[in-house]
T-cell receptor, first 115, second 116 residues
Framework: AQSVTQLGSHVSVSEGALVLLRCNYS??????LFWYVQYPNQGLQLLLK??????LVKGINDFEAEFKKSETSFHLTKPSAHMSDAAEYFC?????????????FGSGTQLTVLP | DAGVIQSPRHEVTEMGQEVTLRCKPI?????LFWYRQTMMRGLELLIY????????DSGMPEDRFSAKMPNASFSTLKIQPSEPRDSAVYFC??????????????FGQGTRLTVV
């Protein structure tokens, strides 16, 4: 079974500081990985996705993530946090075994940006 | 395309009543997913369809929950009878396989269900 673990349910950073949100995956084969963001009272919006074409993936709003097979990680980073980045972030893995196509989500990380 | 459209956005109902949530996926998408989000359990996949056929309903909590997809542009999630513990935000999402597995799911705005 495919799964993802997000380390830290709450992360606080100061405005302008580096954002680092951690995600580790469990998979017997190379998975497909995604980061989604959820703003209050909104649905989930895709930030970026790992397509196996490049290990460093760039997404919207200057977010990026690096796929590291040796560490089974797909951490999300942003060089400089903005107040508008405050939201909940979800890492997700898409199953590749059999005919299953659903996304399995991590438990989420709530990002707070301090002025 | 207007994206995934869910209705209603908010629903308040009394325990024991039937609740029907509706979803219109993005045109051309062949996968449709129903998720439930709560503080305690996070995002849970309830059921998903491929080409209108239910593929995996192992996440449906009990027989009180049922989902249908009568055509490619419409799906419903029904709870009968509803209970207070069903209170949650229910999301519908759709995606297109396009021959690859790395296509993301597009989410609707969700339906916030409150059962009193």
């Amino acid at each position: 079974a495919q799964s993802v673990t997000q380390l830290g349910s709450h992360v606080s950073v100061s405005e302008g500081a580096l954002v680092l949100l951690r995600c580790n995956y469990s998979s017997s084969v190379p998975p497909y990985l995604f980061w989604y963001v959820q703003y209050p009272n909104q649905g989930l919006q895709l930030l970026l996705k790992y397509t196996s074409a490049a290990t460093l993936v760039k997404g919207i709003n200057d977010f990026e993530a690096e796929f590291k097979k040796s560490e089974t990680s797909f951490h999300l980073t942003k060089p400089s946090a903005h107040m508008s980045d405050a939201a909940e972030y979800f890492c997700a893995v898409r199953r590749t075994s059999g005919s299953a196509r659903q996304l399995t989500f991590g438990s989420g990380t709530q990002l707070t940006v301090l002025p | 395309d207007a994206g995934v459209i869910q209705s209603p956005r908010h629903e308040v109902t009394e325990m024991g009543q039937e609740v029907t949530l509706r979803c219109k996926p993005i045109s051309g998408h062949d996968y449709l997913f129903w998720y439930r989000q709560t503080m305690m359990r996070g995002l849970e996949l309830l059921i998903y369809f491929n080409n209108n056929v239910p593929i995996d309903d192992s996440g449906m909590p009990e027989d009180r929950f049922s989902a249908k997809m009568p055509n490619a542009s419409f799906s419903t999630l029904k709870i009968q009878p509803s209970e207070p513990r069903d209170s949650a935000v229910y999301f519908c999402a759709s995606s297109s396989d396009r021959g690859t597995l790395n296509t993301e799911a597009f989410f609707g705005q969700g339906t916030r269900l409150t059962v009193v």
